[in-house]
């Protein structure tokens, strides 16, 4: 491992998982998601060519899968054209340090999320006294320390255009982090969330390994930011998106998107922000 790059002293295998892990889905001809454990990795790309992009990195300790995974749908020793990232925290950077050392590729998130991946800041505590249930409760035992990935990671362009991603614009929807992103194609419609909103109650343990679908906020226990959450959301719903894919849960798309999203917008403050927690007020 390069000793430019390193995780924080605190990072290993978490023991969560949940049915969909391992499964992949594709939702469009050029958009792949795929379960690791209790979160989502997204491949952007037409199969078997050389023009894709992974978005997020997934669990500590996924490498393998993740290239087994991005080797089944574009070929033997295929690797990405760069890893977009939607946030730093720990299960979307898992792998990141493994898969940037196979791969010699560079990898690009948010200026303001930086910090936490270039060793200088830690992120929040993790709230266990958040309202939820068992996820919230274990969220202690979750990585928080910053990641270094040396001068392999690049801020995203000011444009809002996203590298190696044709048609693509970053959307900046803090709340869940100051930097995280969440990206849309406009001739489509197709958003990738990461976790400004999601599509399973990640705070329950129970809903988290049956991945039983409903829109929710982004997961309690590690949203420090309320009201920028709310105000992503908004954001987000603006634009309409017919498909989507987010950080946990199933892909979302339709009718069902369209609605529970509005719903989401008008009841944010009752379905999504904890009526307490350390980050509520």
């Known amino acids: 491992m390069d000793k430019q790059m390193n995780y924080g002293s605190d990072y290993k295998y978490i023991p969560v998982t949940s049915i969909e892990s391992g499964i992949g889905t594709e939702v469009l001809p050029d958009l792949f998601s ?9 491949l952007i790309g037409q199969p078997k060519t050389t023009e894709f992009v992974l978005v997020d990195a997934g669990m500590p300790d996924s490498a393998e899968e993740i290239i087994s ?8 020793n295929s690797r990405p054209k760069a890893i977009i990232l939607t946030h730093g925290h720990f299960d979307h ?17 948010h ?11 830690s992120y929040p505590e993790p709230d266990p006294t958040v309202e939820g249930g068992m996820v919230a409760k274990m969220s202690p035992l979750f990585p928080n320390e910053p990641i270094n990935l040396g001068n392999n990671i690049h801020p995203l362009p000011s444009d809002g255009s996203v590298p190696a ?47 039983e679908q409903e829109i929710s906020g982004p997961p309690r226990y590690l949203t420090t930011d309320w009201k920028s959450a709310k105000e992503s959301v908004i954001k987000l ?45």
């Open 165 to 211: 991603m044709q048609g693509f614009k970053w959307i900046h929807t803090p709340g869940h982090s100051p930097g995280h992103v969440s990206l849309f194609r406009e001739t489509d419609k197709s958003l990738i969330a990461g976790d400004a909103f999601v599509t399973v109650k990640q705070e329950y343990l129970y809903k988290v390994i049956t991945q």
């Open 93 to 109: 950077v898992g792998a990141v340090i493994e898969l940037v050392n196979r791969w010699e590729v560079p990898v690009y998130a």
């Open 69 to 76: 995974v991005v080797e089944s749908r574009f070929g033997a």
């Open 111 to 121: 200026e303001l999320e930086l910090p936490f991946l270039t060793g200088n800041r």
């Open 34 to 42: 795929h379960t690791i454990q209790i979160v989502n990795i997204h």
């Open 237 to 281: 719903a603006a634009l309409k998106p017919t498909v989507a894919v987010t950080g946990h849960g199933l892909p979302m798309s339709g009718e069902l998107l369209t609605e529970s999203l509005n719903t989401l917008v008008e009841h944010f403050d009752e379905m999504a922000k904890p009526d307490y927690g350390r980050y509520v007020n």
